[in-house]
């Protein structure tokens, strides 16, 4: 700690980092955007400006992906042999873990989140799933098929297929875990042989920006297989996932900018995945440990400030300990320090941005006026200029008000009441959303568990926990919360096609 960022002690990697112009990463050149536009990045505790990054647009992008399609076509990168590929992901991963406490600061300063939570979580996973994939890398195999073919009688043939990489892929990413999401996306993709051009989100593009930085310096990926446009959505992100020369878009972000996304893509009909929103049930049965289930469900919706999109922000429980639940889920929330998440003693940091800040506060009346009763929290202060809203809980909602249909993506969660055992009934109220990210079911009645988890529509579901997260297990969404999912090898599938071939013997 030897530097001071608006009154931060910061190591000195981050105030080295925050004094230089923030530049694109385009084939393996630091430059400024063709338009020499900027836009400024802000400390969401304080809303003071905290650097200037390069705006990059249509022209940017163009360039990034003419630098990633002569880095994939020239087979730069594919040509290396899979086990030195598989070193080289490793590598990225020993990279982050050097760099953990400039990261981490980083990743504060940037997203607003704690320090210690950035160290403890977003830093730590990002080098797992670069070992994880790292491993895949040599690993991504083809089958051998008997084949009949009944048209032909006699004739034989001996059929394989290939798992080749996709090619050029346009990675758009959001701010509620900047390092991580970029580890997530860029891990797989060069793993398969991928080669990349990363949009990070505007709010939050300094992590990206560091570790970007920090593989260049390394020597370790050649020119080309890696490109990164900061800049804002419409202007960058649009004409990434639009960009005829671009194969593939991998998209993290709201359901909204999805469906946007998917109608940019079509122009040539590029492949694309999708994690967006979610709107994720927490289930408490009146067997469950309760005291567990508190302390879980709490977890579930305040981490991060609420801002994942597997955030457990419609809570259920029986009735027969919903006052206990909501009590303590109460207890929990009125207890966590709200503050700058510079400081190493808070637990919730500011939103990330004004708008986030606004939204989320105008959810917050809007339950209110919907008659919705606030048990904990529900206050809201920007007077400082950062974006605090403080871990709120209500009850007294019901599945027709907005703040239990829509993705609020902050500290707020809706209590609703069950009387009824009834699985069928339960999981139609669980269901009873667009979304279908991931779920919550805490109980001590194994049947009961499976049984639930298998009828609730969503992706992930975690059975007497909530935000289990790892590099080795797929996450995504059913319905409107996304297509084809991160992680696991699953993903691989994401970055890769299939060739199917076959031979005349
Ligand atoms: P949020 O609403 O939570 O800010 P978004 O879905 O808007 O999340 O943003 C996620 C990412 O998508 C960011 O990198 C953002 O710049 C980008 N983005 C926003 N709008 C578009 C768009 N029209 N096309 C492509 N990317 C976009």
Redesign the pocket.
């Known amino acids: 700690m030897d530097a001071t960022i608006l009154n931060y002690n910061v190591s000195d990697g981050v105030s080295n980092f925050l004094s230089k112009n923030k530049q694109l990463y385009i084939d393996g050149k630091w430059v400024d955007s063709k338009s020499g536009k900027t836009f400024e990045v802000e400390d969401p505790a304080t809303g003071k400006q905290i650097a200037t990054c390069a705006a990059g647009d249509s022209n940017d992008i163009d360039l990034a992906v003419k630098a990633a399609r002569k880095a994939f076509d020239s087979g730069k990168w594919t040509s290396i042999p899979t086990n030195e590929r598989g070193k080289i992901i490793w590598k990225i991963g020993d990279l982050i873990d050097k760099h953990a406490e400039e990261l981490a600061q980083l990743e504060s300063l940037d997203n607003g989140k704690p320090v210690t939570i950035a160290g403890a979580a977003d830093v730590p996973l990002s080098s797992d799933i670069m070992r994880y994939m790292a491993g895949w890398a040599t690993k991504i195999e083809g089958e051998t098929i008997p084949i009949s073919v009944p048209y032909t009688p006699g004739a034989q043939y001996h059929s394989y297929t290939l798992r080749e990489p996709v090619g050029v892929v346009g990675q758009?990413?959001?701010?509620?875990f900047p390092l991580l999401m970029m580890a997530w996306k860029l891990a797989p993709a060069l793993a398969a042989g991928c080669t990349i051009v990363l949009?990070?989100?505007?709010?939050t593009p300094l992590s990206a920006l560091r570790l970007t930085e920090i593989i260049n310096d390394s020597g370790l990926l050649p020119e080309g297989v890696l490109n990164v446009v900061t800049?804002?959505?419409?202007a960058?992100?649009?004409?990434?996932?639009a960009h005829p020369e671009v194969d593939k878009v991998a998209?993290?972000?709201?359901?909204?900018?999805?469906k946007?996304?998917t109608q940019?893509s079509a122009g040539n009909l590029k492949k694309v995945s999708l994690e967006?929103g979610g709107k994720s049930p927490t289930i408490i049965f009146p067997d469950a440990d309760v005291d567990a289930a508190i302390a879980g469900a709490a977890s579930a919706i305040f981490f991060n400030h609420g801002?994942c999109c597997c955030a457990g922000s419609r809570l259920f429980a029986h009735e027969k300990i919903f006052e206990k639940v909501t009590e303590g889920i109460s207890k929990i929330a009125e207890g966590i320090k709200v503050g700058p998440g510079m400081d190493t003693s808070t637990e919730m940091g500011p939103l990330?941005?004004d708008?986030?800040f606004q939204k989320v506060s105008g959810y917050i009346e809007s339950g209110k006026q919907e008659g919705g009763e606030i048990v904990a929290g529900g206050k809201y202060d920007n007077a400082s200029g950062g974006h605090f809203v403080h871990p709120t809980v209500f009850s007294k909602t019901n599945a027709d008000m907005t703040l239990v249909k829509e993705e609020i993506?902050g500290p707020v969660v809706c209590a609703q009441p069950f009387s009824d055992e009834n699985l069928e009934k339960i999981a139609s109220e669980a269901n009873n959303t667009n979304f279908g990210l991931a779920a919550s079911i805490w109980t001590k009645n194994i049947s009961v568990a499976h049984k639930l988890a298998a009828k609730i529509r969503s992706g992930t579901v975690w059975i007497n926990c909530h935000n289990i997260f790892d590099a080795s297990l797929p996450f995504g969404g059913y319905k409107e919360s996304g297509w084809g999912r991160e992680m696991g090898h699953e993903v691989l599938k994401n970055y890769t096609e299939l060739k199917a071939i076959t031979v005349n013997l």
Do not use: C, D, M
């Not at 960058?236 to 996932?241: Q, T």
């Open positions: 758009i990413i959001p701010w509620n949009k990070p989100a505007e709010q800049g804002l959505g419409e960058a992100g649009a004409p990434l996932a998209f993290t972000g709201s359901t909204e900018v999805g946007l996304i940019a967006l801002q990330v941005s708008e986030q993506f």
